[in-house]
């Protein structure tokens, strides 16, 4: 079946620090996955995805690359800042059938000034 | 142009009463898909719209959850004899063609509270 893993939060950061949330996935075949967030009040929106092996998905200076061999899509942003905290979701989707998102359990990210 | 609406942007109902969600997507995509938001489950898929395509129920949790999709554009969600379980964000999601990669974008949601 499929099904994503990522990192449990919460994760407090100090503005300027380096992120990392893990993200693993399980699927058939070759998803395509994503990174999606949820800022304080709004909704959901993509940040970034990337749709085959090898792919480097990024956007506001996040970056995340499709490792098949790993089965992972970690998202990456060298230098946080205090309007990056918000909850972060790693999902996939498959190329046929539904199409619809599988999503991880989100981790939320505070950063601190 | 605008994006996804949903209404009502929140919702209040005793046990037992039926609620219907509303869904206007973005004009001229043509799949359309319902996701429920709860502290128990994370986000779940419910069902996915496609075209005039018969819909894919598969993520519907009972048989109290039903959807329509008219004219192939807006969408009701109802819920038959609501339980306190069902408390959640509802919400609704739209992509050009539903096909594999496509960007999903999501409406603000609708949130449920059953007392």
């Known amino acids: 079946g499929n099904s994503v893993t990522q990192m449990e939060g919460p994760v407090t950061l100090s503005e300027e620090a380096f992120l990392t949330i893990n993200c693993t996935y399980t699927a058939t075949g070759y998803p395509s996955l994503f990174w999606y967030v949820q800022y304080p009040g709004e909704g959901l929106q993509l940040l970034l995805k990337a749709t085959k092996a090898d792919d480097k998905g990024s956007n506001k200076g996040f970056e995340a690359t499709y490792r098949k061999e790993t089965t992972s899509f970690h998202l990456e942003k060298g230098s946080v800042q205090v309007s990056d905290s918000a909850v972060y979701f790693c999902?996939?989707?498959?190329?046929?059938?539904?199409?619809?998102?599988?999503f991880g359990t989100g981790t939320r990210l505070t950063v601190i000034p | 142009g605008a994006g996804v609406s949903q209404s009502p942007s929140n919702k209040v109902t005793e046990k037992g009463k039926d609620v219907e969600l509303r869904c206007d997507p973005i004009s001229g995509h043509t799949a359309l898909y319902w996701y429920r938001q709860s502290l128990g489950q994370g986000l779940e898929f419910l069902i996915y719209?496609?075209?005039?395509?018969?819909?894919?129920k598969s993520g519907l949790p009972s048989d109290r959850f039903s959807a329509e999709r008219t004219g192939g554009s807006v969408s009701t969600l109802t819920i038959q004899r609501t339980q306190q379980e069902d408390s959640a964000v509802y919400l609704c999601?739209?992509?050009?063609?539903?096909?594999?990669?496509?960007?999903?974008?999501f409406g603000p949601g609708t949130r449920l509270l059953v007392l």
């Open positions: 999902a996939l989707s498959q190329q046929t059938g539904a199409n619809n998102l599988f």
């Open positions: 999601a739209s992509s050009l063609i539903g096909q594999g990669g496509e960007t999903q974008y």
């Open positions: 719209f496609q075209g005039n395509s018969a819909p894919d």
